[in-house]
């Protein structure tokens, strides 16, 4: 079920209203269950077993693995719950992936492998699912959190429907706190959380969709070369087009858990106001880096054993990042890329140390202009669908095509540059602050006039379904 | 009791938020009546949109012994169910689709090993000959695929979308959404770029069966009636080949692909005539520059009378009678509403002798 369909909306209004009149706070737990069930099975009925199935057994190890006082003994519980998980992840999104690199390795041995081609489905939001489950049993190991005694209360932390298939990834730690009692009541949480929903469809359905979605897939779907403008102008709106969509999902998941009384995590922090990109991962997919940062970097050794050591495994952690993306050598090439950026900033710093002049704010804008360039760079694997059409991409980008085609409508261009200038002034008037903190500074009729301003677009749009970027992550 | 890592809870801004929401409700429900209103003064109607959704609903009507309709738009709009229904004893399953190709829609069906049933298949040869990747085999691969893998909250979505689509005028998605509007800004392009030609605005009303009619603003003289003739004369301009492959290169692969789509089909007819299906090609009507364009760039000899001689399919071509001939397509390309269930009924007897009896198949056009 999509945030942005009718569905949605007679199941959000069903759900919110039963959950609010019921009295019992475990038949309220029981309702969320069933909602974020139907919520999934509404895809593909079979694969909520699955879900289900992967998020007991995670139950039952962390229980198992919290009765056990030797270390080596958790160890074992945890090893066996990281692999059926990642074994699952791995089945299902990079099993075609394998097999088609094992019979590259075979044929540069001279060795002709014709594999079967695995006709799979993957399970909508499968790489999302499988970082909440894990979140449990490695914060148990680690020794942060108790095993819960409820399976319903694990349950609900893996499949509340908000975050269920795109993110933000909530820890097990994080929500199942919020289990214990029912939400207190809070002035204006269930309005504010109707207008984060609002921001959250408008920037998906208005902006990414309408706006630029067009414009990015026009270019990157071209057979031939393209001069720079379009080239740029093309990228430019997958940037934007990609933040939207993800973001703007985010922003829904954060504000229809807060109409049901649940508190997530910002996800996105103004990243394209970023400076330097260890500043953009602390504002990009945030619960994805703090993950990788807190299970796999600083396990491996973070920055502990030295820089060398470090950008080594900065590289190795962002390789995984791609990797978690997609079943695809594009996916890999763009998390290396911003391994290769995080190292060469690391490096910088390290060689120039603390410049004061950095803080200036032309400087800053310079430097912010410079990482966003990078970052559009990176996009152009990501988004293109082999290294032929990245290549070119670039090409056409740097002036290698000055006699190329041009595709894009002159309005087209225009909504790339409009969109994006706004996508600017706004994430750098609030890169310091938040938008809950902007929204008190704005008088109320502002606040009104902009809610439905928002809400009139979408509208128009009439909320066409398309489905979200991340999904198929 | 849980150890958790960290007790966060969000900031709620401090405003009066449910005078804001009633203002913001108030206003929307003011603002959205004000746009139906002024939807309808510029003659628009309630009228079902043409989604992918609505084509899988009626590939679910599909039996293994229904009569089908597919091809394009001159099929949607010229075809009266009613009239098929009277004259051929079954009421048929509309998939033809605007600007579509058949090819996919065919071959999902003819490789459906269920069906046996009776195909009408329009032929207008830009379309029915488009090579894969194009958007004509786009169009049709799109909704072949989504009747495949549809799930049950698009299905909830498009059946609480027709309730809308039914009252409100507003809803009309090819022509009064955000990104439609956004199209039709005046916004002069670069002289040198491959800006594609936008589709005619809206000229038709389609309903839950998906019977397209034409609306009666377009079939009078007049702007829109202009404005739909001038997007056909463009969308029926071959465009030039594209810059990064080989005029010949692309000559050739062009033929390859025009050479297959007559060896594919006639694999697909095959196909279906072995289960006891039958099938007859059908060139709906066309007039004014759009004809002279047609014929000029797709002449008959080597696209419909090739197709007939290669498939041995039954074919019914609409200048070939007299009584199919005398019709005018008010904006070239589709009979008006009311001259849709004159052709349909003038057609019948033909498509009659075309499936002829008991299986048999008599080709009613002179064929080559």
């Given amino acids: 079920m999509l945030f942005n369909s009718l569905t949605f909306v007679v199941f959000f209004a069903v759900v919110v209203s039963a959950y609010w009149m019921m009295r019992s706070w475990p038949a309220r737990k029981n309702l969320l269950v069933v909602a974020s069930y139907v919520f999934y099975g509404a895809w593909n009925p079979p694969f909520a077993a699955l879900l289900f199935g992967t998020t007991a057994m995670d139950f039952y190890l962390g229980r198992i693995m919290g009765k056990q006082t030797q270390p080596e003994a958790r160890k074992v519980w945890l090893v066996i719950s990281v692999a059926v998980n990642l074994s699952m992840l791995g089945f299902f999104k990079y099993g075609n992936f394998l097999l088609e690199n094992f019979q590259w390795v075979l044929a540069r041995g001279g060795i002709a492998y014709q594999p079967p081609h695995l006709d799979l489905f993957l399970p909508i939001g499968i790489s999302f699912y499988t970082f909440h489950s894990l979140s449990y049993t490695l914060d148990i190991y680690r020794g942060v959190l108790k095993p819960t005694r409820s399976l319903r209360d694990f349950v609900l932390a893996v499949s509340f429907f908000p975050q269920l298939v795109a993110g933000p990834i909530v820890r097990a730690g994080d929500f199942l706190p919020q289990l214990e009692a029912p939400p207190k009541p809070q002035q204006g949480r269930f309005f504010w959380g109707l207008l984060l929903m609002t921001l959250g469809l408008f920037e998906k359905v208005v902006l990414a969709d309408t706006l630029l979605a067009g414009s990015a897939d026009t270019v990157f779907a071209y057979g031939g070369s393209l001069v720079a403008l379009d080239s740029w102008a093309g990228v430019m709106a997958f940037a934007g087009q990609i933040f939207f969509d993800f973001a703007g999902y985010s922003i829904c998941a954060i504000g229809a858990a807060l109409c049901l009384g649940f508190h997530l995590k910002d996800n996105f922090r103004f990243p394209y106001a970023a400076v330097g990109f260890s500043d953009f991962w602390r504002r990009w997919h945030i619960s994805l880096s703090t993950f990788l940062r807190d299970y796999l970097y600083i396990p491996i050794g973070g920055n502990r054993a030295g820089a060398a050591r470090a950008m080594i495994n900065l590289m190795i952690v962002m390789f995984i990042g791609g990797l978690w993306h997609g079943a695809a050598w594009t996916f890999v090439v763009w998390g290396l890329l911003h391994g290769s950026y995080l190292a060469l900033e690391r490096l910088t710093k390290v060689i120039v140390g603390e410049a004061s002049w950095t803080e200036h704010l032309p400087v800053k804008l310079l430097l912010g202009l410079g990482t966003y360039v990078a970052v559009c760079v990176a996009w152009v694997f990501f988004r293109a669908p082999d290294f032929t059409v990245a290549a070119r991409m670039l090409s056409g980008m740097f002036g290698g095509h000055p006699q190329g085609d041009a595709l894009l409508s002159t309005r087209e261009i225009l909504q790339i540059g409009i969109v994006t200038l706004g996508m600017f002034i706004v994430h750098w008037s609030l890169r310091d602050t938040s938008i809950e903190s902007a929204v008190n500074r704005m008088p109320v009729w502002a606040v009104t006039g902009v809610w439905i301003f928002m809400a009139g677009a979408i509208l128009l749009t009439q909320g066409n379904s398309n489905a979200f970027i991340y999904f198929q992550f | ?368």
């Avoid at chain 2, 958790?4 to 405003?15: D, G, H, L, M």
């Avoid at chain 2, 804001?20 to 002024?38: G, Q």
């Avoid at chain 2, 893998?149 to 299905?155: D, E, I, K, M, P």
Wanted: hydrophobic share 40%.
């Fill in chain 2, 1 to 368: 009791m849980h150890l958790s890592i960290s007790n966060f809870e969000r900031v709620i801004p401090t405003k009066p938020w449910r005078g804001i929401t009633v203002s913001v409700v108030m206003t929307l429900v003011v603002a959205t009546a004000a746009w139906e209103l002024y939807c309808r003064s510029l003659a628009y109607g309630p009228s079902l949109n043409d989604t992918g959704d609505l084509w899988a609903e009626a590939r679910r009507r599909v039996e293994p012994e229904s009569l089908v309709i597919v091809g394009d738009s001159r099929a949607l709009f010229d075809s009266d169910l009613d009239e098929l229904e009277k004259g051929l004893g079954k009421r048929p399953v509309q998939l033809a689709q605007p600007g579509s190709t058949a090819f996919p829609v065919l071959s999902d069906l003819i490789n459906d090993t269920r069906f046996h049933g009776t195909i009408i298949c329009s032929v207008v040869p830009r379309l029915f000959f488009a090579p894969p990747g194009s958007p004509p085999m786009n169009r049709s691969e799109k909704s072949v695929r989504r009747s495949h893998t549809q799930t049950y909250a698009q299905r909830a979505s498009h059946v609480l979308g027709i309730y809308l689509e039914k009252w409100f005028a507003c809803m009309k998605q090819d022509d009064l959404t955000l990104g439609a509007l956004l199209e039709k800004l005046p916004i002069p392009n670069r002289p040198y770029a491959q800006v594609p030609p936008l589709l005619p605005p809206y000229f038709a009303s389609l309903d839950r069966e998906r019977r397209a009619r034409m609306v009666e603003q377009c079939a009078q003289p007049g702007k829109l009636q202009d404005r739909v003739k001038h997007r056909w004369a463009r969308l029926f301009t071959p465009p030039p080949p594209p810059s990064f492959i080989p005029k010949d290169a692309f000559a050739e692969k062009m033929h390859a692909a025009f050479e297959a789509r007559f060896t594919d089909t006639k694999a697909l007819v095959d196909k279906l005539r072995a289960r006891g299906g039958k099938i007859v090609f059908v060139r709906f009507p066309l007039s004014g520059d759009l004809k002279e364009l047609e014929d000029r760039t797709t002449p008959r000899a080597t696209t419909w009378d090739r197709l007939l001689k290669e498939t041995a399919v039954p074919g019914i071509y609409f200048e070939d009678f007299p009584e199919l001939a005398d019709f005018t397509c008010p904006e070239w390309s589709h009979l008006s509403a009311g001259d849709s269930v004159e052709f349909t009924k003038r057609l019948v007897p033909h498509l009659r002798a075309a499936f002829g009896s008991e299986g048999d198949v008599k080709p009613v056009a002179s064929s080559p």
